[in-house]
């Protein structure tokens, strides 16, 4: 539920969302659910060469199960907060 | 030792005490990264900064013996899937 939070303050900001069939996809994430799935518009396939199929895709969804990266914008990334979340939610779970 | 005194009771614990603090984590598909990490969940989903990740990619038809070669790159701030998650290991406190 963390991890889905830190993506739903990311919606409109670019991301790079690294598949795992080594396809990277840059985009402006525009939206991401409890499985993080991801929407990404306005899309650029890094290496179009290799991937000639996807030149003239221009929005996608990505099934979450697929992903191995997403590079974040680190300036949109406050990282104090997400330690003290992080305890928080891990606190909770271990007293279930 | 009393497992209360270190606050490691459970195999989570390990992972929360590296928090803010520069981890290595293995991965499928032959690769490494280490990174500091900030944030984790339940599936091992990770969110790391100032990102290092090693591919390395044997080379079995051109050098039988199973030379290694080695890619590294580097990033910002990275979110890793936990399903591809081996093993994370905490920093050498040396």
């Known amino acids: 539920m963390l991890i889905f939070s830190v993506f739903k303050t990311l919606t ?9 069939n080594d396809l990277s996809i840059t985009g402006i994430l525009k939206s991401v659910d409890q499985f993080l799935n991801i929407r990404l518009d306005n899309i650029k396939v890094l290496d179009e060469g ?47 | ?6 606050g490691i009771q459970e195999p989570f614990d390990l992972i929360r005490l590296s928090l803010s603090e520069r981890v290595f984590v293995k991965l499928r598909g032959d690769r490494e990264v280490t990174g500091i ?14 990102v290092e990740e090693t591919i390395m990619i044997v080379d079995t038809e051109n050098a039988p013996d199973g ?19 081996i093993l994370v290991s905490p920093p050498s406190r040396a």
């Open chain 2, 67 to 85: 030379t290694v070669n080695v890619a590294k790159r580097k990033m910002e701030m990275l979110f890793v899937r936990g399903d591809g998650v």
């Open chain 1, 50 to 96: 290799r991937h000639p199929h996807m030149m003239a895709v221009k929005n996608c969804f990505i099934r979450g199960s697929v992903v191995r990266y997403v590079q974040l914008p680190s300036e949109h990334v406050d990282t104090q907060l997400l330690e003290d979340a992080t305890r928080r939610e891990a606190l909770s779970q271990v007293k279930r």
């Open chain 2, 1 to 6: 030792m009393d497992p209360s005194a270190t």
């Open chain 2, 37 to 50: 990490l900030h944030a984790y969940d339940g599936h091992m989903n990770l969110i790391l900064s100032d």
């Open chain 1, 12 to 20: 409109d900001q670019q991301v790079t969302v690294e598949l795992k």
